[in-house]
């Protein structure tokens, strides 16, 4: 008896809840469009919202039934069945059987770099100086984030809290107190100089700051996971084709 409930404990331990594994993260993430279709790869819960906490189950998916995979969020499909059900399922679960052809939540304010579509080198320069200071996401993707540093004109995958900490510590750029202040109360010569940089007020506790070039304000990135947060929110959508005109750095 004893080796019975022994072997029971040791395999409850190893046992993760098949929900758990279905998707991740509770509307943190911004939510891009999708036009794709797709089929779960088991019977699949259907939710009002994208979290396994808090939401309700609206009904099941069965497998291999081709859905419409309407939007995505961090790990997390908002689907369309047979029947005209809307609702969110975890992504993992999901097969995509079609290519996304969704313009994603930005529209028309992509970047056009004009890649690979009879642009001359001296235009796609101008284009590429463009995105100098921008946070990019990947919209045709999973919403990846990019920080397109000014000084090198490279992009740098800023994947959570920790990598957008990095970036603060390696692109930062010391202010004083007194330039600063200007900063914020709307010098526009000074902002111009630093529109897309990341500067740290070195005079106090190295608190930084960054100059978003989507709306010029002067944003306070307390951590790591408000500079991610705040850097996001600043994200201006561009295609695949688009990145990839821009080389990629390593920090």
């Given at each position: 008896m004893k080796k019975v409930i022994l072997v029971i404990f040791v395999f409850s331990c190893f046992i993760v809840p098949f929900s758990s594994l279905q998707a991740g993260g509770c509307l943190v993430d911004p939510i891009y469009k999708r036009n794709n279709t797709g089929e779960p790869k088991i019977g699949l819960y259907l939710r009002d919202i994208p979290c396994m906490e808090g939401s309700e189950i609206l009904k099941v998916l069965p497998a291999s039934e081709e859905i419409e995979l309407i939007a995505y969020t961090d790990g997390w499909y908002k689907v369309k069945d047979k029947t005209g059900a809307i609702g969110w399922a975890g992504s993992s679960l999901i097969n995509e059987t079609s290519q996304n052809t969704a313009s994603g939540k930005y529209g028309s304010e992509y970047f056009r770099l004009g890649v690979n579509k009879g642009v001359d080198e001296a235009e796609r320069k101008r284009m590429l100086a463009r995105t100098k200071g921008y946070i990019l996401l990947q919209v045709e993707s999973k919403g990846e984030a990019w920080y397109v540093d000014p000084e090198t004109e490279q992009r740098y995958y800023m994947r959570?809290?920790?990598?957008?900490?990095?970036?603060?510590?390696?692109?930062?750029?010391?202010?004083?107190?007194?330039?600063?202040?200007?900063?914020?109360?709307?010098?526009?010569?000074?902002?111009?100089?630093?529109?897309?940089?990341?500067?740290?007020?070195?005079?106090?506790?190295?608190?930084?700051?960054?100059?978003?070039?989507?709306?010029?304000?002067?944003?306070?990135?307390?951590?790591?996971?408000?500079?991610?947060r705040i850097m996001r929110e600043q994200g201006l959508g561009i295609t695949n084709t688009d990145l990839s005109a821009l080389s990629e750095g390593s920090l």
């Open positions: 959570d809290g920790f990598a957008a900490f990095e970036i603060m510590r390696n692109f930062g750029l010391g202010i004083s107190n007194e330039n600063l202040a200007k900063l914020q109360n709307g010098d526009e010569a000074l902002k111009n100089r630093l529109i897309g940089k990341i500067v740290l007020q070195i005079e106090e506790n190295g608190e930084a700051f960054y100059i978003s070039p989507q709306d010029r304000g002067v944003h306070y990135l307390q951590n790591g996971a408000e500079a991610y």
